[in-house]
């Protein structure tokens, strides 16, 4: 099993950036695939998720209406397009693939965190 990150980089704050989490060794029927995010110094946060069943859609809060995950079953790939990117946007990004199949440690929160592949992670930096 194998989950890479790709798409980061350096962004103004108001622009855009689409992540990608091209993921082998599973397919979509096995897993919910989401990203966490982890800013300098803090703990990682999940922030989006993608699977199957009645909580197959999650956005944090801090996200909403801003970020938007989709997914490609093609290309074995899950996109995380963000838009009007805040600097408190920035860290580190990592994908993660879960075999509860819906996203339902997401709406538990840290204490629930349980997934069972990452990927390495990939850095966004919103500069102000």
């Known amino acids: 099993v194998q989950l890479v990150e790709s798409g980061g980089g350096l962004v103004q704050a108001g622009g855009s950036l689409r992540l990608s989490c091209t993921f082998s060794?599973?397919?979509?029927?096995?897993?919910?695939i989401g990203w966490f995010r982890q800013a300098p110094g803090k703990e990682r946060v999940g922030i989006s998720c993608?699977?199957?069943?009645?909580?197959?859609?999650y956005y944090a809060d801090s996200v909403k209406g801003r970020f938007t995950i989709s997914s490609d079953h093609a290309k074995s790939t899950v996109y995380l397009e963000m838009s009007n990117l805040k600097p408190e946007d920035t860290g580190t990004y990592y994908c993660?693939?879960?075999?509860?199949?819906?996203?339902?440690?997401?709406?538990?929160?840290?204490?629930?965190?349980?997934?069972?592949?990452w990927g390495e992670g990939i850095l966004v930096t919103v500069s102000s």
């Open positions: 993608i699977g199957i069943g009645p909580d197959s859609i």
């Open positions: 993660a693939a879960d075999g509860a199949l819906d996203c339902g440690m997401y709406y538990g929160g840290p204490d629930y965190y349980d997934a069972d592949y």
């Open positions: 060794g599973f397919t979509f029927d096995d897993y919910a």
